[in-house]
């Protein structure tokens, strides 16, 4: 009889019906529209709380719609806070505003931006355009709402395949269960000169689903563990076709791994089918995000995990599935490992390091070169990694990045994270070198959290505009290693845009000067662009110093002449005189 009762009443609370008020009422809502005071763009991921702790975000339009039954057709405090961003503080130091919550009416509130990149949007997971959904808000995409039933994803890579972009990211949530796709996901987009929307509008994605509309498994393999992707390029095989590579680990946990090698996709099936299996916890696995340049007339492809490009190998299917082929730019003696016990660094006749390009060596990387210096293998000044930021001098341990080259700099670009900055990895850097190499020096910082991560951050070249002026990179948002109990609502664990401009006098860092040998006697000082014009890269002697190239002048600079006194080139630094004005200067110093 209980049992009875108990199915009646079942049934009884399942026929309720819940009336749909306001099911379609935008004018309930107060709206708010946050922008950047400098460029006049909706800003995402601003939070305003409310005196009671309610948290609202802005979406990607810099929209919040803003409904509380108690709280409406009052006078509301909002504080007002976000990454990278600051409001006013009053004289208490409150950073906030008050205003009347009125439903159907909205207030234009602009905030100031810190960051040196530009926070455009959310590429990944439900709700981009939530808030902008209820109020009737135009969105720029055509598809605003969830996309392939995305909650979250972790990590992203992309290429150019056959006329579209091919993206793929690691662990995905879904709305139904709370495990989701452990074994890659996957998606295309048009790039823009094929019809794609500007990148600086958002990425439409297409996901590859399974039969429940729901991301599907990119490259399932047999066993144990999860599957995650690490780069993609296209490779031609034995008949000439374009093949679509990437490298692959089957993970454990974050130290134990079961499986590592390389797959290939099967355009058939659409899926990723394994083509080589490595030696596990290889040193010179190629993990990270990957790019090609041409040295000395050969294609190399390069790629990085916790260091900027610290594996290459010859761009050829032959050498890519041949781990032997790989070569580390390292310091250590060939065939060294950190494990071994005794540790040999290649010095030359001075005694400084030489770094080279050397097949079954261990790379450099960041955390390894830390544990030399600790050992006294190597000097303050003798690591590879030597970056510093350019406002404090303070050392930058670097984690994750890219580099590629900048047709509108005229140099490597390295976006850069950095582990233990203000937040344990939510510090985003950028840096240029002459090389792929570098060196590294000067890095300056363009994305901050606040306790919050942002990892394996990217560049997409595929997105440059203006000649590369403006470059695109996003990163994983996230909670974890943070330490922060704390996950923002359908931000956390998703990918985020950013943009950064080029001419941005920020951006202006020291570059290397080059002492080459002129004749007996004299020297010449050069940076990059005069060695290229006179083709003397094998004459470069050493780099003494480092210094603003002459056309990034900035007010307050102190520039720097070559001048001729008894037969011998001095570099001066004096500006007064007329014809001193006349003439144009070698390089700046940073007053």
């Known amino acids: 009889m209980t049992k009875l009762i108990s199915i009646l009443s079942l049934l009884c609370i399942l026929s309720i019906k819940v009336p749909a008020i306001f099911a379609q009422d935008s004018n309930k809502y107060f709206t708010f529209r946050i922008i950047d005071q400098k ?4 800003v995402p991921l601003v939070e305003l709380k409310t005196n009671n702790k309610i948290s609202y975000y802005t979406d990607n339009n810099g929209i919040i719609a803003f409904y509380e039954p108690d709280l409406m057709n009052q006078e509301v405090y909002f504080h007002i806070k976000s990454h990278g961003y600051e409001y006013p503080a009053d004289g208490l130091g409150y950073r906030g505003i008050a205003l009347k919550v009125k439903p159907g009416d909205s207030a234009l509130i602009k905030i100031r931006r810190i960051n040196v990149a530009e926070r455009l949007y959310r590429i990944t997971g439900e709700g981009q355009y939530h808030h902008s959904l209820l109020v009737g808000y135009p969105t720029p995409v055509k598809q605003p709402r969830l996309r392939g039933k995305v909650m979250g994803q972790d990590t992203f890579v992309e290429t150019l395949f056959k006329g579209k972009i091919y993206w793929l990211w690691g662990d995905t949530d879904n709305p139904f269960y709370p495990l989701g796709n452990f074994a890659t996901s996957g998606a295309t987009s048009l790039p823009p000169w094929e019809g794609g929307i500007d990148p600086e509008i958002g990425v439409e994605l297409n996901y590859f689903v399974n039969d429940k509309g729901f991301s599907k ?6 066993g144990p563990g999860l599957v995650w ?6 490779l031609k095989d034995k008949s000439g076709n374009d093949r679509l590579i990437g490298s692959y680990t089957r993970v454990k946990n974050l130290e134990e791994y079961f499986e590592q090698g390389l797959v290939m996709f099967n355009e ?12 596990l916890n290889s040193p010179l696995f190629p993990d990270g995000h990957s790019f090609r340049a041409m040295v000395n007339g050969q ?3 390069y790629f990085s995990f916790s260091t900027p490009y610290s594996i290459r190998v010859i761009a050829d299917l032959e050498h890519v599935t041949d781990l032997s082929a790989y070569e580390a730019y390292t310091c250590l003696t060939e065939g060294s490992r950190y494990d071994t016990t005794h540790i040999k660094i290649d010095r030359g006749p001075d005694g400084h390091p030489v770094y080279g390009w050397k097949t079954n060596t261990e790379p450099l990387r960041a955390g390894k070169e830390q544990f030399l210096l600790k050992k006294g293998e190597l000097k303050v000044g003798e690591t590879w990694l030597n970056l510093h ?11 994750s990045g890219s580099v590629f080259w900048n047709d509108f700099r005229k140099k490597w670009i390295m976006i850069m994270q950095q582990v233990n900055g203000t937040s344990y990895l939510g510090e985003v850097w950028y840096a240029e070198g002459d090389t792929p190499t570098g060196p590294w020096i000067y890095a300056r910082k363009i994305v901050t959290h606040d306790n919050y991560t942002f990892y394996n951050v990217g560049q997409h070249p595929l997105f440059d505009q203006q000649n590369g002026r403006l470059i695109y990179f ?11 109990p704390e996950q923002t609502p359908r931000y956390d664990y998703n990918q985020i845009m950013y943009r950064l401009d080029l001419s941005d006098s920020l951006l202006f860092l020291p570059a290397p000067v080059y002492r080459i040998k002129n004749n007996k006697t004299n020297y010449l000082y050069l940076q990059r662009e005069m060695v290229d014009s006179m083709d003397a890269w094998e004459l470069i002697e050493d780099i003494p110093f480092f210094a603003v190239p002459p056309f990034r002048e900035v007010k307050g600079m102190i520039p720097v002449f070559a001048e001729k006194e008894k037969g011998k080139i001095r570099l001066q630094v004096k500006t007064s005189g007329d014809q001193r004005k006349a003439e144009y200067p070698l390089f700046f110093w940073i007053a």
């Open 389 to 399: 930021d350019i406002l404090t001098g303070d050392p930058i341990i670097s984690h």
């Open 217 to 222: 498994k990119m490259c399932s393999l047999e």
């Open 39 to 42: 460029t006049g763009r909706g």
């Open 474 to 484: 996003e990163g994983t948002y996230t909670n974890s290693f943070s330490g922060n």
């Open 268 to 279: 058939t099936t659409e899926l990723f089918e394994p083509l080589v299996r490595f030696e």
């Open 229 to 234: 992707m690490h780069w993609l390029t296209t």
């Open 299 to 301: 294609e190399y492809l």
